[in-house]
């Protein structure tokens, strides 16, 4: 659980609940060592986001098409604590950091399953910006209340 803080009411602070997504180190992802590439924690990472949002019911492909709006990575910072090797069964976790109108912060981490060591740490900013135009718009207020799990 993290504390999300509402940027409009800056004393109002609600708990979201951690997003756990669960997957393994192939071949593919590793170099010849088999540990994994730095380049691969990204994209384990961005997986683990786009099934965040699909477990909210905002597939890639309904952001964009029905409501016109997609999520690009604006900003990352990115910590490898250890590295993941060839057959590792990973657990990789989103939660919600904190959110404006036109932008949101994601806490990430991808665990070893099964003890839970920490591997690496992220904190990724992604904008909401228009499909057709790519310019910064605000979050719409139906997917801000599906994504943060407001009825």
């Known amino acids: 659980m993290v504390a999300l803080k509402n940027h409009s009411d800056p004393f109002s602070v609600r708990v979201e609940p951690l997003f756990s997504w669960r997957l393994r180190v192939y071949w593919e992802d590793t170099d010849a060592g088999g540990v994994v590439y730095h380049a691969g924690y ?8 786009t099934e965040w ?3 909210r019911g905002l597939g890639q492909t309904a952001l964009r098409e029905r409501h016109g709006v997609l999520f690009v990575v604006r900003e990352l910072t990115i910590g490898f604590d250890k590295p993941a090797r060839l057959d590792d069964e990973l657990d990789a976790t989103v939660s ?3 959110r404006r109108s036109a932008s949101m912060e994601l806490e990430q981490h991808l665990r070893r399953a099964p003890d839970g060591e920490t591997l690496t740490r992220a904190r990724v900013r992604v904008a909401c910006v228009d499909a057709d135009t790519w310019q910064p718009c605000r979050i719409p207020d139906d997917i801000t209340q599906m994504i943060e799990g407001s009825t």
């Open 42 to 49: 990204l994209r384990f990472l961005e997986r683990a986001r």
């Open 53 to 55: 949002l699909r477990a």
């Open 96 to 98: 919600l950091a904190a």
